[in-house]
């Protein structure tokens, strides 16, 4: 396969690195499960305020990206087109931080109290 020699990078280390790749991965997804699976007592209370605060935090930036758009009447939009163009970066890193808060408290519910 001939590729533009700008974008073959990830291409080229996908297929000559795949199996370790894969192998990494899932070591360190199986050492991620297993810590929160025996996640408890005071750890636990940490990491649930760490991703309620996440949570919380998330939605007041997207509240606070939408405000314009919430002030002209329009309350069932979604999407980063919907924001103001000076707000869009706002709105794409609250979701991202909603997207972490709810990783985290899926998570949470792997481990025994």
Same mark, same amino acid.
């Given at each position: /396969?001939?590729?533009?020699? $700008? +974008?073959?990078?990830?291409?080229?280390? @996908?297929?000559?690195?795949?199996?370790? %790749?894969?192998?990494?991965?899932?070591?360190?997804? +199986?050492?991620? @499960? /297993? *810590?929160?699976?025996? #996640?408890?007592?005071?750890?636990? !209370? =940490?990491?649930?305020?760490?991703?309620?605060?996440?949570?919380?935090?998330?939605?007041?930036? !997207?509240? =606070?990206?939408? *405000?314009?758009?919430? $002030? +002209?009447? $329009? *309350? %069932?939009? @979604?999407?980063?087109?919907?924001?103001?163009?000076?707000?869009?970066? &706002? =709105? &794409?890193?609250?979701?991202?931080?909603?997207? *972490?808060?709810?990783? @985290?408290?899926? &998570?949470? #519910? #792997? +481990?025994?109290?």
């Amino acid at each position: /396969m001939d590729y533009d020699r $700008r +974008s073959n990078g990830w291409v080229t280390f @996908l297929e000559h690195w795949w199996l370790l %790749f894969v192998i990494v991965v899932a070591v360190v997804t +199986s050492q991620v @499960l /297993m *810590f929160f699976e025996n #996640l408890s007592g005071v750890p636990w !209370i =940490y990491f649930f305020v760490a991703s309620f605060v996440l949570l919380l935090s998330g939605a007041a930036l !997207i509240v =606070y990206a939408k *405000f314009p758009v919430y $002030r +002209s009447g $329009r *309350f %069932f939009t @979604l999407g980063v087109k919907s924001v103001p163009e000076q707000r869009a970066g &706002c =709105y &794409c890193w609250a979701w991202r931080i909603v997207l *972490f808060g709810v990783v @985290l408290s899926l &998570c949470l #519910l #792997l +481990s025994k109290q």
